[in-house]
C-alpha cells in the first residue's frame, strides 16, 4: 500500500562540503544515507528522518541540516498534523500506535509555574563554596520517635535506610528496552555519585551484579529476571505495579529487541515479545500487595527497603496511604510526563496526572494521617533540571528518579522511536552494532557529570534560602510560590501565589 | 485569642520575623536572686529591639504555690476575664486568684488587663489522662475559643511578663525589681512584619517551658509540618513557637535529655557524624535520619528554660551570636558578652560556644569555679 504519510522533516546535504566520507551512512539507523555511485554522490531519502540528529552531529564537515518539513496543512485547530497522520498510520497498518519516550502534549507543567525563595536581610544566605552544604537523603522507612535507655543507649532499631548523597536516582529502564551499554552506564555513575539505579523489569545482566549496593531491582508483574540472586544483590526491591507512560497497562518489550543476552537475563525464549500483564496478577488489591510486598521481605531478611511503583492516577493520594499501610518503604509516583521505551500512543498522551499535583496531594494526604514518616516519596515523570528537583524536594519527595535527562546525557535527542529498537545513539536497543555507540567508560562520565553539575546547583538553591541541609527544604512549601496558578492549583500545591 | 493570627501575622506572612537581644541568667546552686541584674543586662542590649516587644520569665517565682499552676492571663475586656474565670473554675480547682501589680509607665500604653491563677487539677481530669497534657489542652482551648482573653504562662512556681515595649520597661510596667527566682531569661524584640501585640512578645510558654529566640528559622515551614503531625498547630506563626513545642514534644513526649535534643535542633553535620565512634556514630545517624524534619535551619539563637534547667543553643553554623559568662555557681546566657560584664565584670570564664552545641546549667549539676566549656558539652561528642 503507498503509504499518505508525508515527510516529518527535511535532510540537506552541502555537496561542496560533503566529502564523501559515508559517516552518514554508517551512523544513520534507518538508512536514510546512501551512497550513489552512478553520480558519484552522497543522497539522502528524508521520508525515513526521525530527527535523531545522529548524522549531523557526527558529520565531520558539518554539511547536514535537518529541519522540520514546511509541508503546510490548511488551519485546523481541530485537526492538527499530527491527528491527521495518526489517522493515515492506523489506515495504513489497523494497528494501536506505538510510540517511545513520554507525553509530550502540552498539559501544564506546574514546575514552570513554580518559584523558589531566597534569603535577603532578615536571614543570610549560605555561600556552599565556604561552607557545608549538605544533600545527603536516607530513603526509607522511619518511626515516628527514638527511644533511649537512661545511659543514652539506642533502643530504636531502624528499618533498613539507604543512604543518597545526591537526591537524584536514574529511574527503571530495562534491559532490553536498553542496552547493556547504558545499563553499565548507569551502575557505575550512579556508584560513583553515590546514588541508586533501577534494572526496570528487565531483570539485571550478571556482569553487573559488583554493582548491585546502588542497583535498585524491578519485580513487575511479567516477572522477568526475578530469582533469587537478584533480589539478593540488590540494595533495594521495587514492586512496579505501573508507570506514568502508560498507567493501567503492562511493559511491552517487542520481540526484535530480545537478542540472546536479553533472552538469558529475562528468562524468556529468544526474539519473543515480553508483554507484561496489565496488572500484577497476584495483586488485585491492597491486601494482596501486603503479601507480595512482605514475601520480598521475607525472601530478603528483612535487610533491604521494598518500594512501590505505582503511576500518578487520579487517587493517587488514597492509595499512596494504602501502599505505606500495606509495608512499602519507598512509594514511588510516576506522573504524565514519565517516558517509556514503547507505549500506545494514546495511552501516553492522555492517561495519568501531572506529577506535581499527585506528589502535593500525597505528601499532604500522608502527614494529614500522621504516616508520612512510614515511607519515603520518590517522584518522576518530566524532571529535567536541579530547579525541579529543589521543587519537587520542597512539596515533599525525598528524592527524584530520572529516566528522559539520563539518556539525553547519554545523547538522547527524544525522537520517539525507542520502540523501533533502531535508535541510532545506541541507547534503546540491543541490536550490537548500534549499542556499542554508547562506551560505558564514556556514558558513566556524562552521566555523573550530570549528577556533579545538578548537586551543585541544589546547594546554591539551598544556600540562597539560608538552608545548609536538604531536609530543611524538604515538604517546606513555604519556600514556594505559585505564579499564573488558580487558586484550585494553588490549593492542592500547598503553596501561596508569588507577591502573598 | 481568635483575632491571635490576624494581631500576631497581620499580613499573614510565612511567619512573623523578628531579630532581637536575648539574656539568660541562673544560680545553678538554686539560690534566688532579684531581677535588678537581668533588667539591666537586657536594657544595655536596648538598640538590639525597638520597641515591639519584650519580656521575662522567672523561674523559683510563687513558692509559696510551688504545687499549683499559676496561669498569667491578659484580658482585652472584662467580659473575657468573666467567661475565662467561670471556665477554670469549671475545670480547676482554683485556689488563688489576684491581678498582677502594675505600675505606671510613661512608655507602656494601652496594656490589658493581666491577671494570674492558681490552680490545682482536679478531678474534673478524665482520669486516664497526664496533669500536664490536661494543662496543655485547657491552655490551648482558652486560646483558641475564648475571644480577648490569652494565657501566656503556665507553669507551676514560675511565670513569664511579657508586653509591647522595650524589656526594661515591660520591667518597671510589672514591678520586675521586686520578684526573685533563681533562673531569669529576658527577651527584647525586633519584628519586622507585625506591629507588636502582647501575646507575641517572648518567652512563649507552656506549662513551665519558655523559650526566647533571635533568629530566623528558614526550615520553619517543615518543622511546622513536621509537629502538626503530632498534634501542635502553631497558631501563632512565628518560628520561635516551633521551638517551643518541638522541645515539648522531644523531652516531655519522647523523653530524650536536652543534650539529644540539642543534637536533634541543630544536628551535627553528616561528615561529623561519619568520624564519630561507632556507637555516638549509631546514634546521631539514627536521631537525624527520624527527626530531620526537626532541624531547625537558618539563624538562631535560643535560650530553653524549665524548672532546674537554663538551656543556650544556636544553629549548627552559629549565625546569631551567644555568649556564655560562669561565675561561681552563676551561668549567664546572652547575645552580647558586654551585657554580662555590666552586671559581672569578674566573670570567672568567658566563651562563645561553637555552632550546634548546647550550653547547659542545671541544678542538678550546680557549676563549680571555673566550668570549661568542653565538659559541659562532652556528653556525646
Known sequence: MKTYLPPKFLVERDQDKCIKCEVCVNQCSFDNHYYDAEDDEMKTRTEGCVGCHRCVTFCPTGALTVRRNPLEYRDNYNWRPEYIEDIIKQAETGGVLLTGMGNDKGQRIYWDHLVLNASQVTNPSIDPLREPMELTTYLGRKPDRVELDTDLNLQTELAPQVKLEVPVMFAAMSYGAVSLNVHESLARAATEAGTLWNTGEGGLHPKLYKYGNNTIVQVASGRFGVHPEYLEVARVVEIKIGQGAKPGIGGHLPGEKVSAEVSATRMIPQGTDALSPAPQHDIYS???????????????????????????????????????????????????????GAAPKVIRDN??????????????????????????????????????????????????????????????????????????????????FLSKRVNPDIGARRLANLLRGWSLELKDML?????????????????????????????ILGVKMAGE | MKELER?????????????????????TSGKRFSGKGVIRAIANMHDRGNGLGGGFAIYGLYPEYADLYAFHIMYLSQKGKEDV??????????????????????????????WRYFLEVGPQKPEEEADDDYVVERVMEINTKFPDAFVFSSGKDMGVFKGVGYPEEIAEYFCLEQYEGYLWTAHGRFPTNTP????????????????????????????????????????????????????????????????????????????????????????????RQVYGSLLLNGPFTVIIAHHGEMIGLTDRIRLRPLTVGA????????????AIRLICPDLDEAWIPAGGEPVVGSLKAPLKTPVAAKEMVS???
Open chain 1, 463 to 491: 544556600g540562597g534560602m539560608g538552608i545548609n541541609a536538604l531536609e530543611s527544604l524538604r515538604g517546606n512549601r513555604l519556600h514556594l510560590r505559585g505564579v499564573g496558578l488558580t487558586e484550585t492549583e494553588l490549593k
Open chain 2, 85 to 114: 474565670e467561670a471556665f477554670l473554675k469549671e475545670k480547676f480547682r482554683l485556689t488563688h486568684a489576684e491581678e498582677v501589680p502594675t505600675q505606671p509607665t510613661p512608655k507602656i500604653t494601652n496594656p490589658p488587663l493581666v
Open chain 1, 286 to 340: 491492597i491486601e494482596d500487595l501486603a503479601q507480595l510486598v512482605y514475601a520480598l521481605k521475607e525472601a530478603t531478611h528483612y535487610t533491604k527497603p521494598v518500594s512501590v511503583k505505582i503511576a500518578a492516577v487520579h487517587n493517587s493520594a488514597a492509595i499512596a496511604s494504602g501502599m505505606v499501610r500495606a509495608g512499602a518503604d519507598i512509594i514511588v509516583l510516576d506522573g504524565l510526563r514519565g517516558a517509556t
Open chain 2, 196 to 287: 507588636g501585640w502582647w501575646g507575641g512578645a517572648h518567652p512563649f510558654c507552656i506549662l513551665d517551658w519558655t523559650v526566647v529566640h533571635n533568629g530566623e528559622i528558614s526550615s520553619y515551614g517543615i518543622n511546622r509540618r513536621y509537629l502538626e503531625q503530632f498534634g501542635y498547630h502553631c497558631t501563632m506563626q512565628t518560628d520561635t513557637e516551633v521551638v517551643a513545642y518541638a522541645v515539648d514534644l522531644l523531652m516531655r513526649k519522647h523523653n530524650l535529655p536536652i543534650e539529644i535534643v540539642a543534637k536533634i535542633l541543630a544536628s551535627p553535620l553528616w561528615s561529623d557524624i561519619q568520624r564519630l565512634p561507632q556507637r555516638e556514630q549509631t546514634l546521631m545517624r539514627t536521631l
Open chain 2, 7 to 27: 494581631i500576631q501575622n497581620p499580613y499573614n506572612d510565612d511567619k512573623a520575623i523578628d531579630a532581637c537581644s536575648i539574656f539568660g541568667a541562673m544560680d
Open chain 1, 351 to 432: 492517561v495519568g496526572i501531572p506529577i506535581e499535583l499527585a506528589l502535593a496531594s500525597v505528601d499532604t494526604r500522608l502527614r494529614q494521617e500522621g504516616i508520612r514518616n512510614r515511607a519515603s516519596i520518590v517522584v518522576s515523570g518530566g524532571i529535567r533540571n536541579s530547579g525541579d528537583v529543589a521543587k519537587a524536594i520542597a512539596l515533599g519527595a525525598d528524592a527524584v528518579y530520572i529516566g528522559t535527562a539520563a539518556l539525553i546525557a547519554l545523547g538522547c535527542r527524544l525522537c520517539q522511536q525507542c520502540h523501533t529498537g533502531k535508535c541510532a545513539w545506541g541507547i534503546c536497543t540491543t541490536d550490537l
Open chain 2, 327 to 338: 561565675k561561681g555557681s552563676m551561668l549567664y546566657l546572652s547575645s552580647e558578652e558586654s
Open chain 2, 379 to 381: 556528653h556525646v561528642d
